[in-house]
């Protein structure tokens, strides 16, 4: 007798529930024809299914959506002091950032999970309506405890948008997936790759100056609120485990394990950004938080491991799978070289290089680094096979070019410019290969979502802590290289020493105003100092590019045993759209006759 598509999937579903679960087979043959697992292969699927509209519309929504999350700060950061300049100035404007950058970090592996055990179409549509939320209020905000609470919003729904891994890794079949994540990266290159020139744009060349930025994203998640809804229709949580498991199932949910990661998560994060910028670092401020988050977050992992949970946050199988936690460490530390170069070049362009060019010329050179990223990305996705060679040698490459950039000085705008994007499009191969082989590599592919979120967390926090390190290594150098380098070399270009201060001050302001009341000053003297400026700045990022040989030694070391996916590269899609050209009628009349 011939096979039927429904019996291929009630014995692919058997065969993995007795492979990874043999003590779950007390479920009833009923259950599994509603699919507790979806996979099957592309040949199996109707005919048309890729051209559908639910499945076009689909992988529109994923793509804008995760343009949409990262321009949700990506937009606003680099303009971030002309916003503080017109509704503050306010000195806790840091935490605009702060908030979109905790709420994040910690709803990764919160969508993620739940999303594996109640359904995804809801997460996915109500993430993207409260990004949309989250940018009226920014963009209507008179003052920055206003952005700050609109950039909250804006991050808890960009924790949804930034899930793009497993949306859209489980449509696709998995052969295809490196292709799908070019095809979300793309979307990301306005509010990414060129969003300091689209910034500078609306602030210096529009009317509605950086305000624009919001009212732009609050049309984008808009449409993209509306596509999840009316396209994306994965498998609800009754076709998954039936009505009647609902209950058991938020019996069971692991609430002391949630708590336990959120809080330790974000006071840990918070201890580690506000030292040395909103509190010094041996203040009881930074020191309380990082020891409560580190110690919340060590009892997390050992609730998870003894309490014996039947639905844990984070399934401890998953930590004993070595392969996937290589991948994991190489796609953080790949994102912590990103930040990096995040950080880092737009203030050397300001600060080297952008004397004597307009602001825009600036925004576009700022744009440098996040292009040679989605370069690397849009590269990489090219070249699917034999990914453990591909991630040593781009890692080993990546890593070099960032080190030379300790060579740049204030004379090498284009030596530098080149080693940046050259950096950064090794590192983009990098993170593609990772983020994608994260999803691949995990031994069961209905935890794709639990897998990619506890990723995402995990990169998160480690590039936390690696742009801490930067930004704390700049700081301590500038401290000790301008007063060096820039007062001597003011004395003796005949500035009075009373002057020194009021020069140091109009550096940091840079307006004509603030030139123009430092006493004695000419403009000889004022190009003597400003060169000594741009020279003590090198003299500070040489320090922080070759700090990064630590991080990229740990990277390129624990590459050689980055895993080779090859042969899991198969034709199986992992998930199939409800309405998407005959697929899932059947089992949704099922589920309603239960």
Known sequence: MATTKDDAQIDTASHLETISHPEKH???????????????????????????????????????????????????APVLSFINADIGPDPNVSWVALSYLLTNSIGLMLVGRLSDLFGRRWFFIGGNALATVGCVVAAVAPNIPALIAGETLIGLGAASQLSYAFAVGEL???????????????????????????????VFRTSVGWRGIFYLLIALNAATTLAWFFFYKPPTFAMKHSRSAKTQFLKDFDYIGTLLFTLGLLLFLMGISWGGSLHPWGSAHVIATIVVGFLSLVAFFMYEAYAGLKEPLVPMHLLKNMPWNITVLLWSLGAAIYYALAILWPSMVATLYSPGHG??????????????????????AGFKRKTNIQIIVVFAIGS?????????????????????FLAAAFIGWNEILNSTV????????????????????????????????????????????????VPPALLSSGLPSTSIPSFLLALTLGTPAAWSAVPGLTPAIQAVGVRAYQDASASAYKTVFLSTIAFCGVGMVASFWAPNVDRFLNRDVVVQLRGAKGVGGEAERDVEKL
Do not use: K
Request: glycine share 10%.
């Open 26 to 76: 007390h479920h009833t043959q009923e259950e599994e024809v509603l699919g507790r697992d979806f996979t099957l292969s592309e040949s199996e699927l109707p005919d048309g299914y890729f051209t559908s509209a639910n499945f076009l519309g689909s992988m529109f929504a994923i793509g804008a959506s995760f343009g949409c999350g990262v321009g949700g700060f990506g937009l606003a």
């Open 172 to 202: 696709v079949p998995t052969t295809h997936r490196f292709m799908a994540q070019a095809w979300v990266f793309a979307w990301a290159i306005p509010s990414s790759g060129f969003a300091p020139a689209i910034s500078y744009a609306f």
């Open 359 to 380: 602001v825009m010329w600036a925004g576009w050179v700022s744009c440098i680094s996040n292009s040679g990223i989605l370069f690397g990305e849009f590269v990489g």
């Open 400 to 420: 070099v070019f960032l080190a030379a950039m300790a060579s740049s000085t204030p004379d090498t705008p284009v030596r530098a410019a080149v080693f940046v």
């Open 438 to 485: 994260a999803t691949i590599i995990i031994a069961d592919q209905r935890e794709i979502g639990t897998a990619t979120g506890i990723a995402g967390s995990a990169r998160s926090f480690i590039s936390t802590i690696c742009s801490t390190v930067y930004t704390v290594i700049l700081s301590n150098r500038l401290s000790a290289t301008i007063p060096a380098m």
